[in-house]
């Protein structure tokens, strides 16, 4: 099976060089579900790219009847923020120009003027396949009058002109998966919405943090998609109508980033096909894998996160690593403290304030007060 491979302009700099998006789209023989993948949003988190890149080898020796349905892969969907550098350092997590985050800049139907609960009322007594056909294109409407203003005279910022291009990709699919890789050296894990529990534990990852309703506020990418889909829930759960629409929406974090670590890289693989395989996109040998129905996954609260930032300036030591599970009171780093007191350096121990996980570890020993510097999953 090949893909169909097409390239979307993206920005035109001031040397009237281009920036491009290019897509794979691999389509079956038969007609289903949509997923969209995506990696490198942020410009340093590397990692996904060599996942979409297997994915592309792979679905490139099957039959086109093992797929049903089709899948959307877009590697460097950031190439701004994946050129961006500093000395030796990728950064490309702000838009330089203008500062913004570039998982923070998205298109969010449900701060449109629009009454959700309103439409639920008219589609009460309607199949959910039928309410989820209008909803999408309601959604889709109201998306596409952005092109309007991008194409007038006054156009918009380019962080407008950018979320629309990758939006217009996702918003008719039914799963996405953003790949990224933690900005700190981690663990593997994904962010999950509330009611999507169970398909969390496809991903086969050990650790999750889980979003409860109206812990977001729509401006990142996973958001901005299924946030809409969670308030008609909603809706519909106040008329005495419960659904729970088969979209869902995740963001994977791989490894480190600046980094392709080998065995980040093959989780996220594993986990990807194992997840289409569940939603029966893929029909291929040896999945979804035998171990998924016992598959248990550790989901935290985003308030079960403690960070920890330094409370003093200085050079970070005998921290402890990711993966380790830590009890309250014992050290979990030093700071080596080179005063301006006329005094000796002072090396301050570090206790956890609770018992739990490390998560993360920031990637820089040298901080500033205030600095980032670990954090623990309280309850692991």
Known sequence: MKPNIYTIPLRQLASGDFLYLQIYKFTGSQTGKKAYIQANLHGAEISGNAVIHNLIEFLMTLDNSQLIGEILLLPVCNPEGVNARSHQFSSGRYNSYDGKDWNRIFWDYEKEDVDIDAFAQTQIDLTETEIKNNYRQQILASFHQQLETINSPSSTPFYKQYRYQLQSLCLDADYVIDLHSSTNQSLDYL?????????????????????????????????????????????????????QFDIESWTLELGSGMKM????????????????????????????????????????????????????????????????????????????????????????????????????????????????????????
């Open 191 to 243: 962010y999950c919405f509330h009611g999507r529990e169970e398909s969390a534990k496809l991903f086969i990852l050990d650790y999750g943090i889980l979003m409860r309703d109206g812990e977001y506020d729509g401006d990142a990418f996973d958001e901005a998609f299924l946030k809409p889909w969670l308030a008609l829930e909603r809706s519909f759960k106040d008329l005495g109508k419960p659904i």
């Open 261 to 380: 670590n080998p065995e980040s890289v093959a989780k996220g693989i594993q986990g990807v096909k194992n997840y289409l395989a569940n939603k029966g996109i893929l029909k291929i040998a040896g999945f979804p894998l035998t171990e998924t129905l016992n598959n248990q996954i550790n989901l935290i609260y985003r308030e079960d996160m403690k960070r920890y930032y330094a409370p003093v300036g200085g050079m970070i030591q005998n921290r402890v690593e990711p993966g380790k599970i830590v009890k309250q009171n014992q050290r979990i780093y030093q700071i080596l403290n080179f005063n301006k007191n006329q005094e000796l350096p002072k090396v301050i121990d570090v206790l956890a304030e609770t018992d739990g996980l490390i998560l993360d570890n920031s990637t820089n020993h040298s901080v500033n007060q205030g600095d980032y510097v670990l954090g623990i999953m309280i309850g692991v």
